[in-house]
């Protein structure tokens, strides 16, 4: 067997062993490619889906929740200058508790002396 002949025996071995490993690449390139048309397709809707909730929080949850804090503030502002007269008026109602006692007191002791 001259050594061309013995190239072409060992070529042609080597194309059978890896004939079928070829093939199986090209199932798998297929196979991929599928997938990922696939994977591009579900990113697309994704991404679709994400534009509307951004829309929908842009339109209608932003201006909602600016509405909260407006009120928030508005009542947290009302709040805030009640609780300042809150306290002038404990300080006055315990005034009036003690002048009261005082006077209760002057009262009963007028009706004993009577």
């Keep these: 067997m001259t050594d ?14 890896l004939k079928p490993v070829n093939n199986e ?3 798998l390139k297929t196979g991929l490619c ?6 591009k397709a579900d990113l697309q809707a994704v991404k679709a889906d994400l534009q509307a909730v951004k829309i929908f ?3 209608v949850i932003l201006p909602r ?4 804090e407006s009120c928030y503030t508005g009542t947290y502002k009302r ?7 809150i ?10 508790k003690k002048v009261t006692l005082k006077h209760s ?5 007028l009706q004993k002396m009577a």
Excluded: F, T
């Design 79 to 85: 709040y805030q200058h009640g609780i300042d007269k």
């Design 34 to 39: 599928a997938e990922i048309q696939a994977v």
């Design 25 to 27: 690449i090209q199932s």
């Design 105 to 109: 007191e002057a009262i009963d002791r």
């Design 57 to 59: 929080q842009e339109n």
């Design 87 to 96: 306290d002038v008026m404990e300080i006055d109602i315990n005034n009036l």
């Design 65 to 68: 929740l600016e509405e909260i």
């Design 4 to 17: 061309e002949q013995m190239l072409l025996a060992m070529s042609n071995m080597m194309d059978a062993k």
